[in-house]
């Protein structure tokens, strides 16, 4: 059971150019979520989505943009990178039900390094 | 909006010095308050779910509790391998979907 599945771990581009990050659940969850992770400002909502083909702007949607084709997969893509951008990026799901010993925990990846030059 | 404090920062303890870390939040409609923690280069690992006020949970060395407006999560006797960053989080019902906002972190340092 492999969980939640990023990559790549690390990438550097060049400003302006553009990305894919993919992220891959097989747990059948239907919520699955964009974070980044930056010194002093803990872990901040991008985008995410309640299922295959729904998906809605979460506290930083600025130049991300998302999908969601199929259960598993929840690729995020980097229009025009910017400095700004550099982070550390997570995928994340979770169940839509609360109930169970695992309803509501969010299972993360192990996060994906990008820095923007 | 929702808000999440977590105290310290930082908390360099000695092995087998208990001590706790806190979470303050401020939420409409709390649906359940998360423990993680973090190693440096990893995602974050579930640690606890509290849902009411009172409730309190145990893992090994760790034991968290839950107010009305706080959260703390009590370390005893631990380990050098209990250094991690550990963060807090809050779900609340937002526009149908169950928002969860993440603090900022407690950077733990168990000295052998």
């Known amino acids: 059971n492999a969980g939640v599945t990023q990559t790549p771990k690390f990438q550097v581009l060049k400003t302006g150019q553009s990305m894919t990050l993919q992220c891959a659940q097989d747990?059948?969850?239907?919520?699955m979520s964009w974070y980044r992770q930056d010194p002093g400002m803990g872990l901040r909502l991008i985008h995410y989505?309640?299922?295959?083909?729904?998906?809605d702007q979460g506290e930083v949607p600025n130049g991300y943009n998302v999908s969601r084709s199929t259960t598993e997969d929840f690729p995020l893509r980097l229009l025009s990178a910017a400095p700004s951008q550099t982070s550390v990026y997570f995928c994340?799901?979770?169940?839509?039900?609360?109930?169970?010993?695992?309803?509501?925990?969010?299972?993360f990846g192990e996060g994906s390094w990008l820095t923007v030059v | 909006e929702d808000q999440v404090t977590q105290s310290p920062e930082a908390l360099r303890l000695q092995e087998g010095e208990s001590s706790s870390l806190n979470c303050s939040y401020t939420?409409?409609?709390?649906?359940?308050l998360f423990w993680y923690r973090q190693d440096p280069g990893k995602g974050p690992e579930f640690l606890f779910t509290?849902?009411?006020a009172g409730e309190e949970k145990e893992k090994e060395r760790l034991k968290a509790t839950l107010t009305k407006k706080e959260s703390f999560l009590h370390i005893t006797a631990p380990k050098p391998e209990d250094s991690a960053t550990y963060l807090c989080?809050?779900?609340?019902?937002?526009?149908?979907?169950?928002?969860?906002?993440f603090g900022t972190g407690t950077k733990l340092q168990v000295i052998p």
């Open positions: 747990m059948n969850h239907e919520y």
């Open positions: 939420v409409s409609g709390l649906r359940g």
């Open positions: 989080a809050v779900q609340a019902l937002s526009g149908g979907y169950q928002k969860v906002t």
């Open positions: 994340a799901s979770r169940s839509r039900s609360d109930r169970g010993p695992s309803g509501n925990t969010i299972y």
């Open positions: 509290l849902y009411s």
């Open positions: 989505s309640v299922g295959a083909g729904i998906t």
